[in-house]
Every structure is written in C-alpha cells, then in structure tokens.
C-alpha cells in the first residue's frame, strides 16, 4: 500500500514536469514601427527608421510618457562623454523658443510638460565653440 502510494506520487509529479508549455522565441521585425503612442502629426523631422539614422550627422528621436518627452539623440563623429578621443559636444535645449537648459548627454527627458502643443528645439554645440553646428525642431502634443 506504501508502495502504490509512492508510485501514485511518483507518476503524478512525472506527468506535471512533462506537461510545461514549449514558449517559442519572439521573431525580430526588420521594418521599424511608430510606438502608438509617439507624436505623429506635423512631423518636423524624421522620428524613425534605420535610413534617416544612418544618413543623418544629427539623429533625434522622441517619445511622449505622460507628460514627459523622452528624447534620443545621435550624432555622428561627436561624443558626450568626458573620457573619449572623439570631439565633445552639447545640446541646447530650447521650449517654445526660450532656452530652457544646456544637456551634456545623448539621451535626456523632459519632464513635466503642461498640456498642449509644444515646439521643442535642439542645437548641437560642437568643442569649446560657442556655434551652433546643427539644429532640429519638432512638436509635440502633451493631452
């Protein structure tokens, strides 16, 4: 009797191991997509897409949270960090056409936006020169 009990508990934890789902790994999507959330209207500049990146010396892609605009920036042959042999650079940020701040690094989030439609400008200052090299504007709408 014992030993039927074992063998019962033995079977049931064999078929319970057996019985998992087999999870395939998600397949990677070669086109790039607009998150559904992300501004489309009036857009000023590209916001995605592996061609733009690659073409463009000053790449920028934004995403709004809430009330906060996420913003991503790539520039070729120029770097953020203080311990690199590239040249160093920063953003200016500008809000409806008043300078808002100085960034020192590629990726950044503006936080607390009021609802409504804002135009967010971006100047890339290359070395220790005070002029500006490149320029992007976009607008965003904050619900």
Same mark, same amino acid.
């Given at each position: 009797m014992k030993s039927q009990k074992y063998f019962l508990i033995l079977l049931v934890i064999l078929v319970?191991?057996?019985c998992h789902k087999d999870?395939?790994?998600p397949e990677t999507k070669m086109a790039a997509s607009t998150p559904a959330n992300e501004e489309t209207a009036e857009p000023l500049m590209p916001v995605s897409g592996v061609e733009s990146e690659a073409k463009d010396p000053f790449y920028?892609?934004?995403q709004?949270?809430?009330k906060d605009v996420l913003v991503?920036? &790539?520039v070729q042959d120029v770097s953020f960090r203080k311990q690199s042999s590239k040249e160093k650079g920063k953003i200016i940020l500008y809000l409806n056409?008043?300078?808002k701040e100085e960034i020192h690094s590629a990726a950044f989030i503006i936080k607390g936006l009021p609802s409504g439609k804002h135009r967010i400008g971006l100047e890339l200052v290359k070395g220790k020169n005070a002029d500006?090299?490149?320029k992007r504007d976009f607008i965003?709408? &904050?619900p």
């Open positions: 319970l191991t057996a999870i395939p790994e920028v892609r934004h709004i949270k809430g991503e920036c &790539i056409g008043k300078k500006v090299s490149l965003v709408v &904050i």
